[in-house]
């Protein structure tokens, strides 16, 4: 059992380590040399858990997903109106990214390694779905409009903020995510939801950037 434990802590110790890199430098400039000094682990300990620098960077995108599922949870598990729930979403991910660093980089390789496919999960189809299926609550709860289609508007929303943290990567300005995420809802709020509730949601949107930390 204390093997057991100390391998848990390792990999753990390289995970932590290979995100904070993989967040720095990017999939293609990291080097393993560099994971095993943050990680303060020795390159035997490295290939006991991974093979590879591919299969470390799949490892990392694994676990982010994890983390991911988990912070959309209990929105999806509570009371929470839907469409209230897709915003929070939106604005929990992006302060997981900032301070998660397992879940930032998550955000990284799956963009920069091409084929983001794992050997057990789908990232985006993870988060698209998410967001499909709160999509049709907030139909049939009369948030969004009843000619919305749930299917386009949940992946619209993926390509939207994952292109916001693509740009907020390549610019070096991963700190404007949550206004740029408020600045996305302001303009689409008039298309998703009728007249009477824009001014509604804009304030829903600003309560939510007060608890979004900032690094």
Do not use: N
Request: glycine share 4%.
């Amino acid at each position: 059992m204390a093997t057991q434990k100390r391998a848990e802590v390792t990999r753990r110790a390289l995970l932590h380590a290979a995100a904070e890199v993989f967040t720095r430098r990017g999939y293609a400039e990291t080097k393993l040399s560099e994971v095993l000094t943050q990680a303060r682990v020795t390159k035997g300990a490295l290939y006991f858990h991974y093979t590879s620098k591919e299969e470390l960077a799949r490892a990392v995108i694994e676990e982010g997903t994890k983390r991911f599922t988990a912070v959309c949870t209990p929105y999806l598990a509570s009371p929470t109106p839907a469409f209230e729930a897709m915003i929070g979403i939106s604005f929990v991910t992006v302060d997981a990214a900032l301070h998660d660093p397992v879940m930032g980089a998550t955000f990284r390789l799956i963009t920069e390694m091409g084929d983001y496919r794992s050997s057990e999960t789908d990232t985006f189809a993870t988060w698209i779905t998410t967001y499909q299926l709160l999509a049709r609550r907030a139909i049939d709860e009369g948030d969004l409009r009843e000619d919305t289609d749930p299917d386009a508007v949940g992946q619209l929303l993926v390509e939207l903020f994952a292109g916001a943290r693509l740009l907020a990567t390549a610019t070096d300005t991963p700190a404007t995510l949550p206004t740029r995420t408020a600045k996305a809802w302001d303009l689409l709020l008039p298309v998703l939801v009728t007249t009477p509730k824009i001014d509604y949601f804009r304030q829903f949107v600003t309560r939510r950037l007060p608890t979004v930390r900032l690094p």
